[in-house]
């Protein structure tokens, strides 16, 4: 049993299980979501099969990880996990990833653990994407705790931070479960993953000692997510584009929902996690580590992004983006004059999907295919800056 202080956030118990389950299959919004990516799907029969679940641990075995690998099957050209030995002794972690699909992320990484016969992560997600009710039953019956975003005022954001810190270490120390948590509040539109420093913070509000040593003791490993496609590149284009016009624009919940399905359902190519290893040693060995509380973030932060970048799988489509991004030819010994063609025609296909599309101008077509290069070209960049050719 969770810590009751937790039961605002925290995944659902499991002697709630069956009760929350026989209500979620009877959520319209549910079954519309199940049959809309399952479209062949006998509804009734797995609505039956979905309630008989008593757990969160069964309910990842027998349902998320089939779903994940057919997932995998059909929108992926296989999915490869890097260094699942360095978590071999299986001990509680706090994983940091970059963030490129807001679904995909952390339920790949725990498609990895499951591979491997490992116990899955919990995961953190904002409640920002919690748009419904059922959505918010949904993940928190799937091992999810609950990020909340968007308070009002400086106070309760911090009694928040505080809350969310203590049930993370909680976590850790007590309840002996691995969570995930990605390195950013949002998606790095440009593909450019810097870790936030408030996140640091936030981490270092619970646990015993100074900030080096609350840090150790969630013993931070950090995950390098590389997706050879990103199915959301021309949402995020277009995003580009409507910030350049109106600094002002935000996205709406419907394009959230559009960006959760194009991630889901889109074709990402090759996938490939690598897993590092704990930081705690780099953390003991930082000059700056034992700092005051900035300095100590600012430290962790700059170890943890180098190790994420440093992990990238590179593919061709960066060292084509690359090239045109600096409009030299630097990296034109590790792609064909093929696969440069092929990126090039995806890159066009991509910037079709938009609606309207004939009707943006000719410049903002280019300004919107700019930002795609520079999407597929930061990991390239980011790499040799941490681990130089």
Known sequence: MIKEEFNDIAPIEDDQFPEKMAALVKEPGFEHAVRWVLPDIDYDTFAAHFASIKGKEELQLKIMHPFLEMLVEKYT???TCEGIDNIADKTPRTFITNHRDIVLDSAFLNLCMIRAKYQTSEIAIGNNLLIYSWIEDLVRLNKSFIVRRGLKGTHEALEAAKHLSSYIHYCITEK????????????AKDSSD????????????????????????LKITPV???????????????EFLLKEKDPEFHKSQR?????????LLGQK??????IGNCINDQLRESAAIDANRTEVAQATCS?????????????P????????VSGKNEWKGYYTEAEANAANEYWKQQLEKLENYDSFSESDRQFMLEKMWVMYANPLRNKTTAEPV
């Open 303 to 315: 170890i943890i992004d180098k190790e994420i970048h440093s992990g990238y799988h590179i593919f």
């Open 194 to 217: 810097n870790t936030q420093e408030s996140l640091i913070k936030m981490l270092d509000y619970a646990g015993e000692g100074t900030a080096r040593e609350r840090l150790e003791e």
């Open 77 to 79: 050209s296989g999915l």
């Open 269 to 274: 190519g090759r996938v490939n996690f690598r």
């Open 255 to 263: 394009d959230d929902l559009l960006s959760m399905e194009t991630g």
């Open 176 to 187: 002996r479960q691995s969570v995930w948590i990605a390195q950013r509040e949002g998606r």
């Open 317 to 324: 489509v960066n060292y084509v983006a690359a090239d045109h």
């Open 224 to 238: 390098s997510i590389s997706y050879e496609f990103d199915p959301n590149d021309y949402l995020k284009a277009r």
